[in-house]
């Protein structure tokens, strides 16, 4: 009997979990949930156990009736066993509980994986066991509140997923006074989707990041709320439910799929561990095109009214500069919708457009067509012959795209499909581009679609089908040209995740700070490491290749050559001085090619360590990338390998900073703006 008992203590602790003092212990990693008697929770990080996160325990996970919120339940059970799914080898523990106000139970399904440290995977049902019907309005999974940190000026840092019209930062500060909904549905007329993520972290105690784990999108809200008279910020996850949903007597709601995990340092870490562990679900990367990481000259400075005899006669500069790509962008078309040429511009029609891209390539050079395959003009032939293709929101109005002037097509409507098949073929088989550039941020997300007849029984489906569009897309093209690039360009939004599959090139996308371009290349070399990231027209953030080339972006460009006395921005003309900076960061580009390096997003912190720093390993060679306005001290060389020496350089400026050890890699700089730093092995 005494053997039992001991075999049975050891395999509790050795499947990661226990009852201490009356509360159910579960870890994972340096993740540790603690639950109550009440069905309370609290969060952990065992990676720095001095320092809290969270004040104590909190109703985690409750729901919101017409009559009631049901918070706390008393915990009546708890079981687990191994499993083994698509996931790998993990513990799933099964906690049951009932709500002294009605006869509702809560039963907490939480999961965590070997291949998955520091994370756990929530899903949570309700089963009604009384007689009454019950009004159901929300329910909310992963509350916590968080302890902000005492030591710092920024309480804390964030990665918030949600995308908006005032294109905020993907990554920014939360102090008091700070409130975000981070709502995954449509926030603006265009603007709506993204990465259903949020995390917040600490210097001195880590992150706590939580999101959806469905395998499509849903339409939750993940709200980060630091009230002015809080103690601390709030985070959970939400869903409102938009119509009457009635809990019957013996009936069962399930939650979404939701995730919680914690961290050290910034968001790289538990964005890395969520795309891996959404592969799992059918989210995953595609194969990296070697041409998408080559650089791009645009045609956007001309603008839509741009002549082709402008970009032939820029075509010299493009190749002189070290350019690989030429983008034509909108205007070529009729009307959004009607994609064969534009007579006033193309007067042979796509003959013309033919010969353009066939003197591009003339000049050794690839040509990409921009194109927003999601978009149609109320004065296009495409919609006066198909006017059913439209998506219909609930009101019974279209979905109107305010930036193009626009209506948004059904992405599941069987004309827009095998449309925009034909289009593509035409653009890649007719024409001869070598990739496209799919822009706009409508692409991002739509509204549910009431329209009917759509090839979807629910009007959900078509904002969760909507990457089944690109991958159309993106297939077609990839038929045609296995070698084709695609570059997928939301414009200023925090990208749908579920879209990212479907494409080989994502895009800073509209920068309007060089901070930004350096942001999002974390959070895209964490999410999907080997494709490429292309830092956009270098022009938006006033030319700073650095904050490109230095983050492992390609670099890119829309000047204007040459000057031909028009009323083209000046600002985008490309002067002898320009024309001197262009070459030297081109060519160095061309020479190290560091977007194909390995990206190590978890050596610094982005918001805590200073200077800001970034680093890539290729070939050898550890890259450093240090951004600051004007920086006079000692800076820490991570990563490096403790038994070698290093020869240090200046790449930029072709200049020597001596030599350091890997086991003590400081190095007193003195720099404005950037710094890039090669750390080569000395050979013995």
């Not at 340096?30 to 065992?46: F, V």
């Not at 956007?300 to 983008?327: A, C, H, N, S």
């Not at 679609?449 to 089944?468: E, K, M, R, T």
Request: proline share 6%; aromatic share 14%.
């Amino acid at each position: 009997m005494k053997k039992t008992i001991l075999f049975f203590v050891i395999a509790i602790f050795a499947m990661g979990w226990r009852l201490t003092g009356g509360d159910v212990e579960i870890s994972s990693g340096n993740l540790r949930i603690l639950m109550n008697t009440q069905m309370q929770m609290k969060i952990e990080n065992l990676a720095l156990p001095r320092h809290a996160l969270m004040p104590g325990f909190t109703s985690s996970e409750y729901i919101v009736t017409r009559y009631f919120t049901a918070k706390d339940f008393k915990l009546t059970s708890t079981t687990h066993k191994e499993i083994i799914d698509a996931a790998g080898e993990g513990t799933e523990w099964t906690l049951k509980g009932t709500y002294a106000g009605y006869p509702l139970e809560k039963v907490v399904s939480i999961s965590t994986y070997k291949n998955y440290p520091g994370n756990a995977y929530f899903k949570v049902f309700y089963i009604n066991k009384g007689k009454k019907d019950l009004p159901v309005e929300k329910w909310v999974n992963n509350n916590y509140n968080v302890i902000p940190s005492q030591n710092d000026s920024t309480r804390f840092w964030s990665f918030q997923g949600s995308s908006h019209a005032d294109r905020r930062d993907w990554i920014q500060k939360v102090n008091p006074g700070l409130y975000h909904k981070n709502y995954m549905g449509m926030n603006a007329t265009d603007y709506g989707g993204g990465i259903p993520v949020v995390d917040l972290w600490r210097k001195d105690a880590g992150g706590i990041a939580i999101g959806l784990t469905d395998s499509v999108m849903r339409l939750i809200s993940i709200p980060v709320n630091y009230d002015q008279y809080a103690d601390g910020a709030n985070i959970h996850i939400s869903y409102d439910y938009p119509d009457n949903k009635v809990l019957m007597p013996g009936e069962t709601l399930s939650t979404y799929g939701t995730f919680a995990g914690v961290h050290k340092g910034d968001c790289f870490p538990v964005l890395r561990n969520y795309a891996d562990y959404m592969q799992t679900k059918g989210i995953k990367p595609a194969p990296p095109e070697n041409g998408s990481y080559e650089p791009m000259w645009c045609a956007w400075g001309y603008e839509r009214d741009f002549t082709v005899q402008e970009i032939i006669r820029t075509l010299p500069m493009v190749k002189e500069l070290g350019m690989k790509w030429v983008g034509i962008d909108d205007g070529f078309q009729q009307h959004y919708g009607d994609w064969h040429t534009n007579p006033q511009k193309f007067a042979g029609g796509d003959a013309d457009m033919k010969a353009l891209v066939d003197s591009i390539h003339s000049y050794g050079l690839k040509a990409m067509l921009w194109w927003n395959p999601v978009a149609v003009s109320p004065v296009s032939n495409f919609l006066k012959q198909h006017p059913d293709v439209l998506l219909i929101k609930k009101d019974g109005s279209p979905q109107y795209i305010t930036w193009w002037d626009s209506f948004l097509i059904s992405p599941t409507d069987s004309v827009a499909l095998s449309t925009a098949r034909s289009t593509v073929e035409m653009f890649l088989k007719d024409w001869g581009f070598d990739g496209l550039k799919l822009d706009g941020q409508n692409q991002n997300m739509c509204y549910p679609d009431y329209a009917g007849g759509h090839n979807i029984s629910n009007p959900n489906q078509s904002y969760q089908l909507l990457p089944v569009y690109f991958k159309d897309i993106f297939t077609t093209a990839r038929n045609i040209d296995p070698k084709a690039a695609i570059e997928f360009c939301p414009c200023g939004e925090v990208i749908n995740f579920y879209i990212m599959p479907y494409m080989n090139q994502f895009v800073a996308s509209d920068p309007e700070s060089s901070w930004q371009v350096r942001t999002r290349a974390l959070v895209y070399h964490a999410l999907m490491p080997h494709t490429a990231f292309y830092g956009d027209h270098v022009e938006l953030i006033n030319d700073d290749f650095a904050s490109q080339i230095g983050v492992g972006g390609v670099p890119g460009t829309k000047f204007v050559w040459p000057d031909i006395g028009t009323a083209k921005e000046k600002s985008l003309l490309l002067t002898p001085e320009k024309e001197k900076l262009y070459k030297k960061w081109i060519g160095l580009y061309n020479t190290m090619e560091l977007s194909k390096g390995t990206y190590r997003g978890d050596l610094y912190d982005i918001g805590y360590n200073y200077p800001e720093t970034h680093c890539i390993e290729k070939d050898g060679v550890v890259y450093y990338a240090v951004y600051n306005d004007n920086f006079n001290g000692k800076i820490q060389l991570k990563g490096l390998d403790p038994s070698k020496q290093y020869s240090v350089t200046d790449y930029f400026h072709n200049v020597s900073l001596g030599k350091v050890k890997g086991s003590n890699p400081s190095l007193n700089v003195s720099f404005r703006g950037f710094l890039m730093i090669a750390a080569k092995p000395v050979k013995k």
